[in-house]
C-alpha cells in the first residue's frame, strides 16, 4: 500500500504565501504523476497542478504564475508553492499520487487526508 500525508495548510491573508507538502511512503517502486487537487465549499475537486516523472509540470489558468510544483523524487515528496494567494484560493488541498508499486503490488492511484488552505483577512 501506498500512504499520502499533505502538510502546510492553514490561515493566511490575502497576497500571502504558503507552501504545501506531500510525501508518499508505503510499497513503492515509481512515482509517474503527483498532481494536486483542491475541493472549494460546495463546488467540484479540480485539478491545481501536475508533475510528470519526465519532468513535465502543468496548471490551471486560475494559478499559473503564481503557484509552483516541484518534486523531490529522493524523498517521493511533491511541494505546492502559492503565492499572491486570493480568498478564491480557500479550499481543502488534496495530493494524488499514480505510479506502480513494488512487486507483487501493481499501480496505485492513492490520495492524501487533504489539507486546508485558508485566504481571509
Known amino acids: 500500500q501506498v500512504q499520502l500525508v499533505e502538510s502546510g495548510g492553514g490561515l493566511v491573508q490575502p497576497g500571502g504565501s504558503l507552501r504545501l507538502s506531500c510525501a508518499a511512503s508505503?510499497?513503492?517502486?515509481?512515482?509517474?504523476?503527483m498532481e494536486w487537487y483542491r475541493q472549494a465549499p460546495g463546488k467540484q475537486r479540480e485539478l491545481v497542478a501536475g508533475s510528470t516523472s519526465g519532468g513535465r509540470t502543468y496548471y490551471a489558468d486560475s494559478v499559473k504564475g503564481r503557484f509552483t510544483i516541484s518534486r523531490d523524487n529522493a524523498k517521493n515528496t511533491v511541494y505546492l508553492q502559492m503565492s499572491s494567494l486570493k480568498p478564491e484560493d480557500t479550499a481543502v488541498y488534496y495530493c494524488n499520487a499514480l505510479g506502480l508499486g513494488t512487486p507483487p503490488s501493481g499501480t496505485f492511484d492513492t490520495w492524501g487526508q487533504g489539507t486546508l488552505v485558508t485566504v481571509s483577512s
Open positions: 508505503g510499497s513503492i517502486f515509481r512515482i509517474n504523476t
